[in-house]
Each structure stands twice: as C-alpha cells, then as structure tokens.
C-alpha cells in the first residue's frame, strides 16, 4: 500500500475514533482503546486523542482501569427510589493485520503485512507453522507488501527456513521493497532462502531443497 494511501487511512480511523469519543461523551460513557503499536499511539497522541481517549497498551489493562459503577442509595421505605443512570463504558481493540495463508497452485502462501517488527513476529511464526502443515515441497512468504522488517522478523523466517530444510523443503520470499531486499543481502539471509521479485516467480520455479539466491 502507497504511504500516502496508508497516511489517509490512519487519519480516516483517527476522525472516527474522534466521533465516536465525542459520542460517548455525549452519552456520559467512556471510550477506552486497547493499542500495543507505538506508530498508532502516536498517531492518536498528535491527533489529540490522547486526551478523550482512555489509553492501554492491553485489553486486560484496558478493562482493569474501568471505573465501578456508582452505588445505589436505598430510598425511603414503601417506595422506589429513580433509578440513577449508570456509567457505561465502551472498549474497543486496535488489532494490526495479521498474516492470512492462502493456497495458490497447490503452494501455501504466507501474506505479509507492510511493516514486520517485534510486535507482529509472532503472528509470522505462527503462520508460517500453519503453512508448514500444508502437505507442499515449498512455502512462499509474500512480503511484496511489507516496507520494513526488522531482526524479530529475520529471526522468524529463519526458523521457517531450518524446520522446512530439515524436512525437505523449502521457503521462498517474494520481496519488491528496496530496504527489505537490502537488509536480506545484508544479513546473507538471501544466500539460504530464495528471493524473488514476485509473487509469481516465486510460485513458478520448481522447489529446490538447497537455499540460494532465487531468479530476480
């Protein structure tokens, strides 16, 4: 997705969050939102939302910090007391895109958000073990999408790698980002898994057990 598309649409979820915190206000509730991501956090911060929002880092967190509701007075005997109007709260969860395995010609195919970094890793690693079960010769990771990928991702594709090498496999990455094609030459990293320019190549060549530099 292009930065100035991706921009657009984090300030479209910024305008309703805003509306739905001057909402929730208007109703005498409280929004809380449950983000882990800094770039989200500070989108939030810059737009101000940090200061109508109820901020946490967890849902736990974010239910932890919920007021209790307000206490009841007993009214005179023989008559009911007006029920007083109790505090609601809305909770809300950011969740980032994951990374959904799709089968294309028979090859299990890993999708690759924009950015791979230590908070998303282990969505890597639990999709490649999904992609893994898959009876294949090979794995593809599609990161023609992903911008950014930092060493808890390397890490995780490079235990794709070793499980799918020990059983007689193969993975294959299908990168186009320029600093993502970087930092793989950097770390040697294309020298044990091939790296194509695209999805489609990666899915043409037949798999090969032994990692190499894939046709670019």
């Keep these: 997705m292009p930065v100035a598309r991706r921009g657009l649409l984090l300030v479209l979820a910024a305008r309703d969050l805003a509306g739905a ?19 989200t956090r500070q989108l939030l911060w810059v737009a101000g939302l940090d200061r109508t929002l109820r901020l946490a880092r967890t849902l736990a967190e974010a239910l932890q910090a919920l007021p209790p509701p307000p206490a009841r007075r007993p009214g005179p005997p023989g008559r009911h007391s007006p ?6 709260v809305t909770t809300m969860t950011m969740t980032e895109p994951g990374f959904p395995v799709r089968i294309t010609c028979g090859v299990p195919v890993v999708i690759a958000p924009e950015e791979i970094d230590i908070t998303n890793a ?16 090979a794995l593809v990771v599609d990161m023609t999408r992903t911008r950014f990928c930092d060493s808890a991702g390397l890490h995780a594709l490079i235990g794709a790698y070793k499980r799918a090498r020990a059983e007689g496999r193969q993975v294959r990455l299908a990168v186009t980002g320029p600093q993502v094609r970087r930092i793989l030459a950097l770390t040697a990293l294309d020298r044990l898994i091939p790296v194509y320019a695209s999805l489609d190549h990666a899915l043409a ?8 530099r894939g046709r670019r």
């Design 21 to 39: 915190a001057r909402h929730a206000a208007g109703r005498g509730t409280s929004l809380h939102v449950a983000c882990a991501r800094p770039q």
């Design 83 to 88: 029920s007083r109007p109790r505090l609601e």
């Design 122 to 137: 282990g969505q890597l690693r639990a999709a490649l073990l999904r992609a893994a079960a898959r009876p294949a010769a």
């Design 205 to 212: 060549h037949p798999p090969a057990v032994t990692g190499g």
